[in-house]
DNA sequence: CTGAAAGCGCTTACAG
DNA sequence: CTGAAAGCGCTTACAG
C-alpha cells in the first residue's frame, strides 16, 4: 500500500513551500493565482486530499456535526421510529448542502451522553433528536447547558432553558385535526397517547385537541384519554384496552401515526369500520399513512424543512450568531379515515 | 467558554507524565492499577475527553466507518428509498455496537467520489449503499480499488473485481415468488424494472423469475418486460404504459416493492382489481408493503442482518483479515396482493 | 512500570 | 505574495 501525499510532497513537486500549498488548497487570496494553480493541479494529479485529523487538529474546528438519535428504551425492537428515519434523510442531505459532514449516533435514553463527540472535539454541534421522558431528558439538556455544548434539538419550546429548538406547532395542529372530525359529525373522542408534561409534544397536541372539542361546545371526556407511546404495537393495546372498557367513542386520535395505524388495526380486528363507525386520526404523516385502509388523516411535520432549520440553526450557534427557536406550520393532511 | 483539559493538565494534577496519563486512559498493561485509578478519576472529574483529531492523527486510524449512500440522480427529489432508509438504521445501530463512530454522506452517482472520506483519514473505512446505472458505478469501483480504499458494498457479487459485497439472493427470491403466483393460477406475467447489466439486482430478479416460469412450462413474454427505476412514480408510469399498450396479463412482477406499489395505484386507478384482475408483487419488504391496499405480497431483504454483516465485513476488511462475499437468503412473505 | 522526546500533517501568526 | 517556524494534543518507540 503506497502511503497517501502529503503537502510536503506537493511542495517538493511544485517548488514552492508547504506554507504555500496549504493556501493554495484553500484558495487563499494570499496566494499568486499561477501558483495556485500549479499546486491545485499537482494535487489533483497525486490524488491528494487534506488531512483532517490534522486540519481540524490544528485549526480546532471540524466542519462535521453530529446526530444524537435517542429513544425510550421502552422501545427496544431495532426499528427507529419511521419519523425520525425521515429526519435523518433530511438532516442529512441538509448537511451535505452546507458543506458539513454527519457522523451519526444512537443513544439510550438512560446513557450517559456526556455530548462525547463535541468533547472530543469530533464535532463542532449536536442536533438532538429523539423521543423520551421530557423529565429525564431535561436533565440531560441542563448538563449540556452546563458544558457549554453547542447544540440544538427538535421538539417543543422548552421556556425554562436557553436551548434553541425546532419544532412544530403541535397545539394548532391538534386543534386543527380535532376540527375537521368534528366537522364530519364525530362527536366522542379518545385520545391514545400520553397528555402530561413527560411528553410535551403529545400533550400539545391533546391541547389543542381539547380546545377545538372546546371551542365546538363538546365535552372533553378524561376517561378516553389513554397513554401510549409512539410505537404500532402500543397503539394497538392502548386501543384494544379502550374498546374493553365498553365506553363509546366514535374518533380515536393517535398522538401519533404509528400509534394510529395501531389503533386502527385494533379497531378493524374488532369488526368495527373506520371511519363509519369510528373515524381515527393520527399526527406526522409518516409515509405509510397514506397506504394504511383506508388511508389516514393526519397532520404533516415537513421533516424537509425540518432537517434544513435543525442544520442551520446549528450552523448558526456554532458561529455565535443569535438564533430564535423555530415554529413551523403542520399541514393537515386529509385522508379517508375521518369520513372524508 | 473555558477550554477543554488536555492530557497534560491531567498529568499535572496526577503527578505524573504525559505519557503515564495516555497509557492510563487506554487501560494499557504498562501502567500500575494504582496509577491508573489515580488518572481515570483525575480525568473523570475534569470531564476529560481524548481529543479524537490528535489521536487519530497520530495513530493514523481513527475508528469511524463511512456510509456512502448513493442515488441515480434521475431520482431527485429529498427522499430516500425506504429501503435504504431502514439500512441506514440497521447500520448506524451495528456500529454503535461495534464500537465505531459513523460518518454518513450523499453522493450523486455522477460526483467525483474518490473515496473523499477514507481519504481524509477521516474514517478506515467506507460502506457503499445505493442504486444507479452498474456500468457507471463499476468505474467508479475500479477507483477505489486502484487507491487501496477499503471498503464493502451492498448488492449482487462482482465477479470480475476483488470486491466483498453483501446482497441477497435476488435470483432465487425472484424465483420463489414468482412460483407462488403461478400456484395461485397466474399465467401472464409482466415485469416492470430494468433487466440487464445495468442494475444487476433487478436483473437476477428477472432471470428467477424466468426461470420460475420456465420450469412450470409457461412462456417468457419478453414484450411485457418494461424498465422502471425503484419511485413509486416510475412504477406507476411503468405499468401504465404496459395497460395501455392492450396486452394482456394476469400478475404484475414489480423489481422492487416502490415499483410494485406504483404499480397497483395505477392498476387500480384503471378499474382493476387487485389480486383477483392482476396479482401484484414486489420485492425488499419495506415498512409500507404490509399497509398497501391489498398488503403485498414481497420477498422480504433482512436490512437489521445486513447491516451487520455490512459493518462486521468492512471491519475484518480493515483489519486485513479474509472476507467472502455474502449471499444473505431471503423469504417469501405472502399477503394478499398475490390472490392469497 | 515510568518519563523524555519525537512526530503525526496540517494552519497560522510572524517576518520579509 | 512567500517561507521558516511554532504548535494543535495526542501515541509510541526508546531508554531506564
Not at 59 to 66: F, P, W, Y
Not at 203 to 230: E, I
Not at 270 to 291: H, L, N, Q, T
Request: hydrophobic letters at 40%.
Amino acid at each position: 500500500m503506497k502511503s497517501k501525499p502529503t503537502s510536503f510532497d506537493i511542495a517538493y513537486r511544485a517548488g514552492v513551500s508547504q506554507s504555500t500549498v496549504s493556501r493554495a488548497l484553500r484558495n487563499s487570496p494570499l496566494v499568486n493565482e499561477e501558483t495556485r494553480q500549479k499546486v491545485q493541479a499537482i494535487a489533483k494529479e497525486l490524488n491528494y486530499k487534506v488531512d483532517k485529523n490534522a486540519s481540524n487538529l490544528r485549526s480546532q474546528h471540524s466542519s462535521t456535526l453530529a446526530l444524537l438519535l435517542f429513544e425510550d428504551p421502552t422501545n427496544d425492537d431495532s426499528f427507529i421510529n419511521p419519523f425520525f428515519l425521515s429526519m435523518l434523510g433530511s438532516i442529512t442531505k441538509a448537511c451535505s448542502d452546507k458543506g458539513y459532514d454527519l457522523l451519526v449516533s444512537f443513544q439510550q435514553m438512560n446513557d450517559d451522553w456526556h455530548a462525547e463527540f463535541e468533547d472530543s472535539n469530533k464535532a463542532d454541534g449536536i442536533i438532538l433528536l429523539g423521543y423520551g421522558d421530557f423529565v429525564d431528558y431535561e436533565e440531560k439538556l441542563i448538563q449540556l447547558i452546563e458544558q457549554d455544548t453547542r447544540f440544538v434539538r427538535w421538539g417543543a419550546d422548552v421556556e425554562s432553558l436557553p436551548i434553541v429548538s425546532v419544532g412544530c406547532d403541535n397545539f394548532h395542529g391538534g386543534y386543527q385535526l380535532t376540527e375537521h372530525v368534528i366537522m364530519n359529525g364525530k362527536k366522542y373522542f379518545a385520545f391514545l397517547g400520553e397528555a402530561s408534561s413527560h411528553a410535551p409534544e403529545f400533550y400539545q397536541r391533546y391541547l389543542g385537541h381539547c380546545k377545538a372539542l372546546a371551542d365546538n361546545n363538546l365535552v372533553v371526556d378524561k376517561s378516553l384519554q389513554n397513554d401510549a407511546f409512539s410505537t404500532e404495537e402500543s397503539g394497538y393495546q392502548a386501543a384494544a384496552k379502550l374498546i374493553e372498557s365498553g365506553k363509546s367513542f366514535d374518533c380515536i386520535f393517535g398522538a401519533s401515526d404509528l400509534i394510529a395505524v395501531g389503533a386502527m388495526r385494533a379497531l378493524q380486528d374488532k369488526g368495527y369500520k373506520v371511519p363509519e363507525d369510528v373515524a381515527v386520526i393520527g399526527f406526522d404523516d409518516i409515509p405509510m399513512a397514506s397506504f394504511t385502509f383506508p388511508p389516514l388523516t393526519t397532520a404533516k411535520q415537513n421533516t424537509k424543512l425540518a432537517g434544513e432549520l435543525l442544520v442551520e440553526s446549528l450552523i448558526k450557534v456554532i458561529n455565535g450568531e443569535e438564533v430564535k427557536t423555530t415554529l413551523m406550520p403542520t399541514s393537515l393532511i386529509v385522508r379517508n379515515s375521518c369520513g372524508s
